[in-house]
């Protein structure tokens, strides 16, 4: 029905409107990138829509992004070409928050103690549509969607806790399909109704925007023009005696005029060549594209051809996300042929542990309508992701050659615990991990140290790559199995994360050397004199003997060893036992 009905806002919208209204008081200007940002989606909706049905291009088939001001009036108004809403969607999308991003950016202001103006917030999440009312009084939204004949218009206004849905009627006003959004502004936002104050938030904000955004503005361009105007006496004179031509009169004048110009670039990023693309704008376009705040720590652009062909651009995050492993990451974005086809894998195209790499993928060999079976089944896609992971390492392996020590400091901080997770996940990519990994070892203080520096440190006895796992620094560097290997001089990676221990075990060994646990019973230093310890083991047998049997079933065995020198006795785990590091771990997660 065409008459206007009224809405009351889920109680949460009305807060969430305060809250954006009061912390983002000094950042206003984010409204416009938001109206933009959903604008985009809008259209990515339907032109991913409309690879199955292209019937729903049929009224328009350019898909762009206007924004038309009246500076004298103070109002902007938005149009997009996108898909729409209904009735329905009107009230569920403008009426509640049920968006992902919205409802995050909520939580998160209510969990910040202040719910001040915090430019990381503001970052991270899209704060959402309701960051119109920043700048506007009254917001009107006048919505086609091609599932509707109907064209809907959503009215409301700041300060206020319900809304209007009527039906559009006024001829003049009907679009063929998309979203039409006008702001009036409020008494002191008015500037922003002005092209180049749009033109500038735009370049600003909404650089990479992958649909063209042109803006209404008033060109000139200079014209001759004849003008009836009476020659001066003298040159009368001239003229009739025919010592000068006779001349025609013009000026110049700058005719004006009114029309829509293309602001932005269009060309995703990933298109360009690498050559002429400078860290700044992959800066810029890491940010944008995943709502980041900080410069990713490195990124990579590259083109693959032969068998598969697809262009990437990947980026390590300078920080680590605290929920990475738990949640979907959405941290690859797949592109077919330049349209976006979505974010929401599991694995397929990027392994879960790299999940901390972010990036976008554009293919050609794709099919648009790819659906999860067929990324699951895609030869390509397998190829594409054995690619993937190859250029991720190499940026990786780019960070820790870097001269300043420091990044890859920050990224061990950061990710390290992800690529441990690798070794145990990803077999076949264990040349490629293992030479990024990093362990506090018995000679290098509080340092980290690769696997490479151990190796070209070891000593030219040495067979094997000791380790020793323990819950501290402190307790490693105590721990009476050193002793021996102190001696000689031996170093010994100190393992005291958690899942070091099973990175190094699902290692197994690195350039051909051996890793081996020194707590573990009959560790070989490949000093062993037979005759003496046989003479030893004589000697000592009843004491072996009365010890195992004070201390019953609380040991396997008493033995004597060779691995001391200045303790007298050590607890060793059985060879094929669970050292008693994993032990702790194997408790820790019973519990
Ligand atoms: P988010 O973009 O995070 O979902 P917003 O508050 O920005 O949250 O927008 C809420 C919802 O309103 C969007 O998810 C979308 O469904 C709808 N919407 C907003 N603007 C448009 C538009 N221009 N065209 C179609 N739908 C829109
Ligand atoms: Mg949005």
Known sequence: ???????????????????????????????????????SDALDKLRYLSVTQPELLRDVVDLDIRIHT??????????DSGIGMTRQELVDCLGTIAQSGTAKFFKALKDSKEAGADSNLIGQFGVGFYSAFLVADKV???????????????????????????????????????????????????????????????????????????????????KEVEIEEEPTEAQKEAEEDGSVEKKK????????YWDWELINETQPIWLRNPKDVTTDEYNEFYKKTFNEYLDPLASS????????????????????????????????????????????????????????????????DLPLNVSREI????????????????????????????????DYDKFWDNFGKFLKLG??????????????????SSQSEDELISLDEYVESMKQEQKDIYYIAADSLTSAKNAPFLEKLSQKDFEVLFLVDPMDELAIQNLKSYKEKNFVDISKEDLDL??????????????????????????GDKVASVQISNRLSSSPCVLVSGKFGWSANMERLMKAQTL
């Open 1 to 39: 029905d065409s008459s206007s009905e009224k809405y009351e806002y889920q109680a949460e919208v009305s807060r969430l409107m305060d809250l954006i209204v009061h912390s983002l008081y000094s950042n206003k200007e984010v409204f416009l990138r938001e109206l933009i940002s959903n604008a």
């Open 70 to 79: 009246d500076k004298d009036n103070g109002i902007i108004t938005l149009t």
């Open 140 to 222: 009107v939204v006048s919505t086609k969607s091609p599932k509707s004949e109907k064209q809907f218009v959503w009215e409301g206004e700041a300060n206020a806790n319900s809304y209007t849905i009527r039906e559009e009627i006024d001829q003049d006003k009907l679009i063929p399909r998309g979203t039409r959004i006008t702001l009036y502004l409020k008494r002191d936002d008015k500037g922003f109704a002005h092209p180049e104050k749009i033109e500038n938030l735009i370049k600003n904000y909404s650089q990479f925007v992958s649909f063209p955004i042109y803006t209404w503005k008033e060109k000139g361009f200079t």
């Open 249 to 256: 009169r013009t000026k110049k004048v700058i005719e004006k």
């Open 301 to 364: 652009h590259f083109t693959t051809e032969g068998e598969v062909e697809f262009r990437s651009i990947l980026f390590v995050p300078p920080v680590k996300k605290e929920d990475m492993l738990n949640t979907k990451t959405k941290n690859i974005r797949l592109y077919v042929k330049r349209v976006f086809i979505s974010d929401d894998f599991d694995g397929e195209l990027f392994p879960r542990y790299l999940s901390f790499v972010k990036g976008v993928v554009d293919s050609n």
């Open 375 to 406: 990324l699951q089944e895609s030869r390509i896609v397998r190829i594409m992701r054995k690619r993937l992971v190859r250029k991720a390492f190499d940026m990786i392996l780019g960070i820790s050659l870097s001269e300043n020590r420091d």
């Open 423 to 440: 070794c145990i996940e990803d077999h076949p990519n264990h040349k490629r991990i293992a030479p990024l990994l990093r362990f506090f």
């Open 526 to 551: 490949g000093d062993k004199d037979e005759e003496k310890e046989k003479e030893i083991k004589q000697e000592f047998v009843q004491t072996c003997d009365w010890i195992k049997k004070q201390l």
